[in-house]
């Protein structure tokens, strides 16, 4: 079984600052890591996805990750941060190993972005 | 393209009444689920469908069921509702398979009075 947890569930932080979104993940299966968005009263769409090779990668809106496997981190990262930014961030898992693509996700990261 | 939709996008619902969520996707993909969408909890996966005519549980389907007629459809029944029911319900779609992307609609905000 695998489990994901967002270490930080409100991140506010200003215009144009940096940001890292905190995301550790338990499993006892080799795992694929994504991170969804979620932009107020809408539906989640993915940012990005790690399912193997280079251990960064980089997604839409200027957003990046780095999977660290010794650490079971996937933190997510954005070098300068806009208004429109503000959402609701989720990171998941799922079973490398499985046929099935069920995701287990963590509870969520509110990121508000200030002028 | 359409991609998944939801209906209805809200309802009120009073306690112990039947209610079904509607979700069709025009992807043709084999996957399908749903989650529910507490505050604090993140989303919780209720039922799911890796293909046609076959269905599974999820983390908490209790007072849920679901069907799978076809590749399109992936309706989500509550037989007799009750208020801890109450949350918003997204549905998703994918490729078989972990390595997927999952697509989700835009949610039924359902209320249990």
């Known amino acids: 079984a695998q489990s994901v947890t967002q270490l930080d569930s409100q991140v506010p932080v200003f215009e144009e600052a940096p940001v890292e979104l905190r995301c550790n993940y338990s499993s006892s299966v080799s795992v694929y890591l994504f991170w969804y968005v979620q932009y107020p009263n809408q539906g989640l769409q993915l940012l990005l996805k790690?399912?193997?090779?280079?251990?960064l990668v980089k997604g839409i809106n200027g957003f990046e990750a780095e999977f660290n496997k010794s650490q079971t981190s996937f933190h997510l990262r954005k070098p300068s941060v806009h208004i429109s930014d503000t959402a609701e961030y989720f990171c998941?898992?799922?079973?490398?190993?499985?046929?099935?693509?069920?995701?287990?996700f963590g509870k969520g990261t509110k990121l508000s972005v200030k002028p | 393209i359409a991609g998944i939709t939801q209906a209805p996008t809200s309802q009120i619902l009073a306690a112990g009444r039947r209610m079904t969520l509607r979700c069709t996707q025009d992807?043709?993909?084999?996957?399908m689920y749903w989650y529910r969408q507490d505050l604090g909890l993140g989303l919780r996966l209720i039922h799911y469908?890796?293909?046609?005519?076959?269905?599974g549980k999820g983390e908490v389907p209790d007072g849920y069921s679901v069907s799978r007629a076809n590749t399109d459809d992936f309706p989500l029944t509550l037989a007799s509702a009750v208020p801890s029911q109450t949350s918003v319900y997204f549905c998703?779609?994918?490729?078989?398979?972990?390595?997927?992307?999952?697509?989700f609609g835009a949610g039924t905000r359902l209320s249990v009075l």
């Open positions: 790690y399912l193997s090779g280079s251990t």
């Open positions: 998941a898992v799922s079973d490398a190993g499985g046929s099935q693509g069920n995701l287990i």
């Open positions: 992807m043709r993909h084999n996957a």
């Open positions: 469908s890796n293909t046609a005519g076959t269905t």
């Open positions: 998703a779609s994918s490729e078989k398979g972990g390595r997927n992307i999952q697509y």
